[in-house]
């Protein structure tokens, strides 16, 4: 078992910057892909961006593609974040997921351990 925990959420103005991260504990000696996804009011949980277990592969969504990098610390058991450019439409609970696997992942049926959220509001 793997517990996660996000934090770094808060509310920014169109056109800042936040770092979200989050914490892994428990099992963390297996090799996990991480992703983070999001879910605004009414709409379902999306895919945001992934990252192999070794950082060395990466994937976005295209609307955040170049604004947003995803990176992880696997001596800190800790994924990153880091959100650029922020819009309004990035508006979201943003949830970290891991899974036990190599490659990456993109379906949030993929993974079995989920964060609780935090949440992320951009004023225009």
């Known amino acids: 078992q793997v517990q996660l925990v996000e934090s770094g959420g808060g509310l920014v103005q169109a056109g800042g910057s936040l770092r979200l991260s989050c914490a892994a504990s428990g099992r963390t000696e297996k090799s996990y892909v991480m992703a983070w996804f999001r879910q605004a009011p009414g709409k379902e949980r999306d895919f945001v961006a992934t990252i192999e277990w070794n950082g060395k592969s990466t994937d976005y969504v295209d609307s955040v593609k170049g604004r947003f990098t995803i990176s992880r610390d696997n001596a800190k058991n800790t994924l990153y974040l880091q959100m650029n450019n922020l819009k309004p439409e990035d508006t979201a609970v943003y949830y970290c997921?891991?899974?036990?696997?190599?490659?990456?992942?993109?379906?949030?049926?993929?993974?079995?351990?989920w964060g609780q959220g935090t949440q992320v509001t951009v004023s225009s």
């Open positions: 997921a891991a899974t036990v696997g190599g490659g990456i992942y993109y379906r949030k049926w993929n993974y079995d351990y």
